[in-house]
């Protein structure tokens, strides 16, 4: 490769888009080309998009056209070229090459291809993405602190009715337990403290691999490496969470009490209208509240869902006022094409949806409060997370997840060590964080 080429990358959208960022740069160090983050430096850029709303492909789209604007040769991956192939090519015709979701491994190759010959396009866009995941491939992480995400499968076999997923990333794929197992301990000897389980639905880890759900035994297993000292699970699916899986997170002393359960509604009609699992939501939460000994539940809400009824949503409101959600988010229903609801009648007026977002999360900040406010005297675990330029301490509490959750600002006149577990005394709080003494 000309050594006079510098190339980066920007990732956009969620942590599994993260994941395969870090996943390609260390394609490219096993190929011996060296990316940095730092676009100003580089001509040629990888550019890691979301498609998972119209918000994200906005932003991705953004990123592009800025960096062909500054005369870069840009390579598109992800679930932009996934989602729009050859409408994208036609909308940016400048892109040098594209990348599908399950195409990740091919980085290294598309890369020289790029340099060598300047005028060709490259298409490397699976038609049908399967994941697989390059268990050979140590990750450059971009993020390095007491936290870092492990993937422990892609793709999902679910037919959501406003999802896009299952055609951007394909069928549901698991990684063994004994590759996530070697990562975790390798995180752990690298001083990762918190590994943060991620998927689009972990509850379905194992199905493909072992024949039933298996993140329980996943759980167990990871509870005995001694490296590490929380770990965190994200993206559950209510149907899923069966009692064995509840039993693993009371029983597993290192897996936090932290529930992130995207329930989406609570109105049985328009569960059924999304294609959800219709449960009884108030039930489950009582189990898991019995079970699960100081469990925080995490969840999100779409509202303005086509056909959802003034009385839909009173439902929602007083289901949420009731449920007490340690954090929620709420989304307004984003049209998005080839899914089942795009094509609903009924569709709701923005105006509507807005209103019913505001009014939802008005209503959660309330309760956030009383959340918080319930921790002070209480002396809880966190994870010291950084110590600011003035010397105070940033924490995060074991109901807080990294980045979409709260933060504990502590004071102290101790040094504790980023990535270590302190005994925090909660004595004040806001809506979203914490403030503690150690």
């Known amino acids: 490769m000309n050594k006079q080429h510098k190339i980066a990358l920007i990732n956009h959208g969620c942590a599994k888009n993260l994941v395969d960022s870090e996943l390609m740069?260390?394609?490219?160090?096993?190929?011996?080309?060296?990316?940095?983050?730092?676009?100003?430096?580089?001509?040629?850029v990888i550019i890691n998009t979301c498609s998972f709303i119209h918000d994200a492909e906005k932003e991705s789209v953004q990123s592009i056209l800025q960096m062909i604007e500054e005369g870069k040769k840009v390579i598109i991956t992800g679930c932009l070229p996934q989602k729009y192939n050859t409408?994208?090519?036609?909308?940016?015709?400048?892109?040098?090459?594209?990348?599908?979701?399950?195409?990740?491994?091919?980085?290294?190759?598309?890369?020289?291809?790029?340099?060598?010959?300047?005028?060709?396009?490259?298409?490397?866009?699976?038609?049908?993405?399967?994941?697989?995941?390059?268990e050979d491939i140590e990750r450059q992480q971009i993020t390095v602190g007491a936290s870092s995400y492990v993937k422990i499968a892609d793709g999902c076999n679910y037919k959501c009715g406003y999802c896009v997923i299952p055609?951007?990333?394909?069928?549901?794929?698991?990684?063994?337990?004994?590759?996530?197992?070697d990562e975790v301990k390798k995180?752990?000897?690298?001083?990762?403290?918190?590994?943060?389980?991620?998927?689009?639905?972990?509850?379905?880890?194992?199905?493909?691999?072992?024949?039933?759900?298996?993140?329980a035994l996943l759980l167990r297993e990871l509870n005995k490496i001694k490296e590490i000292n929380?770990?965190?699970?994200?993206?559950?699916?209510?149907?899923?969470?069966?009692?064995?899986?509840?039993?693993?997170?009371?029983?597993?002393?290192?897996?936090?009490?932290?529930?992130d359960i995207p329930l989406q509604h609570s109105h049985p009609e328009m569960l059924k209208a999304m294609k959800r699992p219709v449960i009884d939501y108030r039930a489950f939460l009582k189990k898991l509240r019995e079970k699960i000994k100081d469990v925080a539940v995490r969840t999100t809400f779409i509202v303005g869902y086509?056909?959802?009824?003034?009385?839909?949503?009173?439902?929602?409101?007083?289901?949420?006022?009731?449920?007490?959600?340690?954090?929620?988010?709420?989304?307004?229903?984003?049209?998005?094409?080839n899914t089942y609801a795009d094509t609903l009648p009924e569709q709701i007026p923005a105006k509507i949806k807005k209103q019913r977002k505001n009014k939802l999360m008005k209503l959660q900040q309330k309760i956030s409060l009383e959340v918080n406010q319930s921790f002070i005297g209480k002396t809880i675990p966190c994870i010291i997370e950084a110590v600011s330029s003035d010397g105070q301490i940033i924490a995060r509490s074991y109901a807080d997840a990294p980045e979409v959750d709260g933060l504990v600002y502590i004071e102290t006149d101790k040094n504790p060590v980023p990535g270590d577990i302190e005994q925090v005394k909660i004595v004040g709080c806001d809506e979203y964080d914490l403030y503690g003494e150690l």
């Open 25 to 44: 740069l260390g394609i490219l160090a096993k190929n011996g080309i060296n990316a940095t983050l730092d676009e100003t430096k580089a001509d040629v």
């Open 230 to 259: 929380w770990i965190r699970v994200m993206y559950t699916y209510p149907s899923m969470f069966n009692d064995e899986l509840i039993d693993a997170f009371a029983q597993c002393d290192k897996v936090v009490k932290y529930v």
């Open 187 to 215: 995180l752990g000897q690298k001083g990762v403290s918190e590994v943060v389980l991620i998927a689009q639905d972990t509850t379905s880890y194992g199905i493909d691999l072992y024949g039933k759900p298996s993140l």
């Open 306 to 337: 086509p056909g959802e009824t003034q009385e839909m949503f009173d439902d929602l409101y007083e289901f949420v006022k009731e449920a007490k959600f340690n954090k929620m988010g709420a989304f307004e229903f984003s049209r998005e094409k």
């Open 167 to 181: 055609r951007l990333r394909g069928p549901y794929r698991s990684r063994p337990v004994e590759k996530i197992v």
């Open 87 to 134: 409408e994208l090519k036609q909308a940016i015709p400048e892109a040098a090459a594209m990348l599908g979701t399950s195409d990740i491994a091919k980085i290294a190759q598309v890369v020289e291809k790029v340099l060598e010959d300047e005028t060709r396009y490259i298409n490397e866009v699976s038609k049908e993405p399967v994941y697989n995941y390059p």
